[in-house]
């Protein structure tokens, strides 16, 4: 899938610029001297966002199963999830890239009219999920799961290999928007805008970073056995970088 990035920049927060303390019981009008330690500055935040395209994902589902007896639903369920693993690894997903994350014993109980209950049987569900997939073959991928015994599809996950350089991208614009504030503010109080003194990185959002599996062997090719399968839209994802920056006043 071709990836599309389009830069946008967005300046965020406020400003603070520092020209001089006034001294406590000082005559009207008099300031105290610069120093140092103290010198004139202007602080602005501001924000850089990158559109990117995503082209992985991954897939959490669930095979629920329901029995009278609890070993019975274990047992049952273990076969149904055993019988997706199977199918998926034939279809040529690495078994690297599957794995069980939550797994979950039920009592079922019937309810009656008067509030007594009454112990009916057990249910089992297994949530598994599948990573390292190109968005290609998603759609096809859903198929067999739901062919092979899967009966819940929790959530599919869009994440972005170009996640990094769209940030860096997103990281110098920030820089840049600050900036340009900043030399605002300066005209505005009659001074040269300077070096910048501090730079701070803002808060990251890593949801839409895609970090290849460990010993991951093999990439996933359905082969045509799938009908019917979903069509999925990721849309663009917005990868945004938020920076903090002072800057010298002269």
């Given amino acids: 899938m071709k990836r599309m990035i389009h830069a946008g920049v ?10 001089g303390l006034t001294g406590c019981g000082a005559e009207p009008g008099a300031t105290t001297p610069q120093t140092a330690q103290d010198p004139a500055s202007v602080t602005v ?27 019975l639903a274990q047992s ?9 693993v199977d199918a998926l690894i034939a279809q040529g997903v690495a078994e ?28 089992v569900s297994t949530t598994m999920c599948v990573q390292d997939q190109n968005l290609e073959e998603l759609g096809k991928l859903l198929s ?6 899967v009966n819940q599809i929790n959530n599919v996950s869009f994440l972005c290999s170009g996640y990094d350089e769209a940030y860096q991208q997103a990281l110098a614009q920030a820089v840049e928007a600050a900036r340009t504030k900043a030399e605002v503010l300066a005209r505005a ?18 949801s839409a970073r895609y970090s290849r599996s460990a010993n ?15 069509v999925l839209q990721p849309g663009e994802t917005e990868i945004t970088a938020n920076v903090t920056v002072s800057y010298a006043l002269r």
């Fill in 189 to 206: 109080a009659g001074k040269k805008l300077g070096e910048p003194i501090v730079i701070t990185e803002g808060w990251q959002d890593t």
């Fill in 96 to 123: 690297a890239s599957i794995r069980t994350e939550y797994y979950n014993l039920y009592p079922r109980y019937d309810w009656s009219a008067d509030g007594e209950q009454r112990l009916i049987g057990y249910e």
């Fill in 45 to 71: 935040s501001a924000s850089g966002t990158v559109q990117l395209t995503p082209d992985k994902a991954t897939v959490s589902f669930g095979v629920t199963t329901q029995e009278k007896s609890a070993e």
């Fill in 144 to 149: 067999v799961c739901v062919d092979a015994g």
């Fill in 216 to 230: 991951m062997l093999a990439d996933f090719a359905v082969k045509e056995s799938a009908e019917a399968a979903p």
């Fill in 10 to 19: 967005c300046a965020a927060l406020g400003a603070v610029l520092v020209l």
């Fill in 76 to 84: 049952r369920n273990s076969e149904a999830v055993q019988k997706v």
